[in-house]
């Protein structure tokens, strides 16, 4: 009897080492998910690299989006669990979307791999969650001037009080159904290939849409690509806040690369070789004063002078912001419900507020119109109260020209900028576009 006792003791011992055992080897199998290979039974969080500087607002990969890193030319797949963006480097968070024949493959593959360019469908951005310094509440002419960020969790208390000096969290995180740790924008404008957006550099830019054909590519870019996050045409609110960061401390104002007035983000002048109706995405002039040049002298990822154009000073930040094409945003002068003298495309664009920034009426230089966060009335220029900060133009839309457009375009030189606003109606024209963002709410 004792040795059938003994015998039980040690077959149930057995099974539970078997188990023990088993559950200890599982969390060291390595399996391959979208975006890394990742340890069983720990939270995805625990492996994640995040930045000390973003108080979790660190980016968030949803489904189909493939963290990259450039290396020796190329964008690679990034390894999750070690510095794969820096923003107090200048090396904003980016991702890509490649096409579905190619998702198996990347998906699967080892990081470090090569993302091919013609496997790509498009490149995106984060932008995390921050709150900034204020200093022109008034909307008054102001001398130009670095703008303090820092970055915020999206659980921390909001900093609501408008008054010059304290810190502010930047409405664009905020939403009519909650707070968001970010956002995803596009790296290019947009550009069209067989029916379905693509958001690559040196593409011809997609112009001559009206805004109802503008929200239809937008929205529709995330069901093409597979996303499990909305997108749409970026408001203007939003479009204020790249501005914002691309002024602060991590983004090209402050990158020290670069030496007075090449601290502006570098334009896009660029026309292909003969077609004045060919924009390009994702070109430099290498200068952001020199509006002579319309043809593309240096590429993207071109050192300095490519890198220039975008809002980093590095390949990491968005490119386009500076000429290229007018970026018409979700900024509208109107009210809420929308009223119907958006050019008959009521039936198209939602009538929802989540998506606009809206203003009340008035004539085009009454800037005391601007919603502090957008970027427009703050930073109107002191040596020229009818533009903004570096000589860029300054017309606020109007009843006639209800929506915003922003950047300015190639024929814009010098003129055009990060600060550059513009008015605008509903109608195609040859040389606006849009810029796609990914947004949960």
């Not at 319309?294 to 912001?321: E, F, H, N, Q």
Request: hydrophobic content about 35%; charged content about 20%; proline content about 3%.
């Amino acid at each position: 009897m004792k040795w059938v006792v003994k015998g039980v003791i040690i077959v149930l011992l057995s099974a539970l080492l078997f188990i023990i055992a088993n559950k200890f080897n599982s969390s060291k199998i390595e399996i391959t998910n979208t975006f890394s290979k990742v340890i069983v039974g720990k939270p995805d969080s625990y492996n994640l690299y995040k930045e000390d500087i973003l108080n979790g607002s660190d980016p968030i990969l949803y489904d189909n989006l493939i963290a990259v890193n450039y290396v020796d030319g190329g964008w690679v797949k990034a390894d999750l669990t070690s510095e794969w963006y820096s923003y107090e480097n200048f090396n904003w968070a980016n991702a890509v979307v490649v096409k579905n024949s190619k998702k198996d493959f990347y998906n699967n593959s080892d990081v470090g791999t090569q993302i091919l360019k013609d496997d790509t469908l498009g490149f995106f951005v984060w932008i995390p969650r921050f709150e900034y310094k204020l200093f022109n509440v008034e909307f008054k002419p102001i001398e130009e001037q670095m703008i303090d960020v820092r970055f915020v969790n999206k659980n921390d208390q909001k900093n609501t009080i408008i008054k010059n000096g304290l810190f502010y969290t930047h409405p664009a995180f905020s939403t009519t159904n909650g707070e968001l740790s970010g956002f995803w924008i596009a790296k290019f404008e947009p550009s069209l290939n067989n029916g379905t957006i693509e958001i690559l550099s040196n593409k011809e830019t997609l112009v001559n849409l009206n805004m109802a054909e503008m929200w239809k590519y937008a929205i529709g870019v995330s069901f093409s690509y597979g996303l499990n996050v909305p997108s749409r045409i970026i408001t203007n609110m939003e479009y204020g806040a790249i501005a914002t960061l691309t002024y602060s401390q991590y983004g090209k104002r402050n990158n020290e690369d670069y030496l007075g007035l090449e601290k502006l983000v570098f334009l896009n002048t660029a026309m292909g070789n003969s077609d004045w109706d060919k924009i390009l995405t994702g070109c430099s002039a290498g200068t952001a004063i020199n509006g002579a040049s319309y043809r593309c002298p240096y590429s993207y990822d071109y050192p300095y002078y490519g890198t220039g154009a975008s809002s980093t000073g590095t390949i990491y930040g968005i490119y386009d912001l500076a000429g290229g094409s007018w970026e018409c945003v979700m900024g509208i002068v109107s009210s809420y419900p929308i009223r119907d003298y958006l050019g008959g495309y009521n039936g198209v664009l939602p009538n929802n507020k989540r998506f606009y920034t809206f203003y009340r009426a008035s004539n085009m230089y009454d800037y005391s119109r601007s919603i502090v966060g957008d970027m427009m009335g703050e930073v109107i220029s002191i040596s020229d109260i009818k533009k903004t900060w570096n000589g860029n133009n300054a017309y606020f839309a109007t009843l006639s020209y209800p929506w915003v457009k922003r950047g300015g375009s190639f024929r814009g030189g010098r003129y055009s900028g990060i600060f550059d606003f513009g008015i605008t109606d509903a109608i195609k024209r040859g040389d606006k576009t849009f810029r796609v963002i990914l947004s949960e709410y």
